[in-house]
Each structure stands twice: as C-alpha cells, then as structure tokens.
C-alpha cells in the first residue's frame, strides 16, 4: 500500500498530528491530489547526489 494510503486510515492524535506537519505552506489537501507523483519521484536519489540539506533547501525555495 503506497504511503499516503496509510496515512488516509490514521484516527486521532496520529492524524492531527500529520495534518500539524503539513501546516498553511503545503496544505494536506495538496498532498492528496498529488500523492501518486509525490510517491513516484526518485527522491532517494535526490537525498543521495545533493544530500538531505540541499533537498530542503531546494524545495523551500531558499537555493
């Protein structure tokens, strides 16, 4: 089951919490709309040419 289906079956405390994650900037409805692009991007291999800090950054808009 891809990620975001899991996700969509959280109850609680658990799915407050995701939905705290995601905040005003990348409102969770987006995430649904795009979740099977999301989940198909190669972002392993993102993290492993750029690192972890300059994928933040990238993504943030902070380049």
């Known amino acids: 089951m891809a990620l975001?289906?899991?996700v969509q079956k959280l109850t609680g405390d658990q799915i407050r919490t995701v939905q705290a994650a995601y905040g005003i900037h990348f409102p969770i409805e987006v995430r649904?709309?795009?979740?099977h692009w999301i989940e198909q991007q190669p972002w392993y291999t993102l993290i492993h040419i750029h690192g972890v800090r300059d994928c933040v950054l990238l993504f943030?808009?902070?380049n």
């Open 4 to 6: 975001w289906g899991k």
């Open 32 to 35: 649904h709309y795009f979740a």
């Open 60 to 62: 943030a808009g902070w």
